[in-house]
């Protein structure tokens, strides 16, 4: 247990933060999933699915949530599987 007022704040502080980052990030999957089915199957949803998890993606690379190189990474892969199921 922290024995400073300052460390209880700081406790305090980085469990909200650490809650709040975790639900951000389980959306993020679960928005990534649903664009991996959708591009899969191709079609007017997958695009609409893909451009929801790009825009997702860059809002969590600004915000820090994940690292920018990894949210590009994951929309290039996003929009080439949506490229191969569309041919």
Do not use: F
Not at 46 to 67: F, N, P, S, T, Y
Request: charge should be positive; avoid cysteine; charged fraction near 30%.
């Amino acid at each position: 247990m922290p024995n400073s007022p300052n460390a209880q704040k700081a406790l305090r502080q980085s469990e909200k933060r650490r809650l709040h980052n975790r639900n951000l990030r389980s959306a993020l999957r679960t928005v990534i999933k649903k664009a991996r089915s959708a591009a899969a199957e191709g079609g007017a949803a997958a695009d609409e699915a893909v451009r929801i998890a790009v825009k997702r993606l860059d809002q969590a690379a600004a915000k820090g949530l994940i690292h920018k190189n990894t949210a590009s990474r994951t929309k290039s892969r996003l929009v080439t599987l949506k490229k191969k199921s569309a041919s």
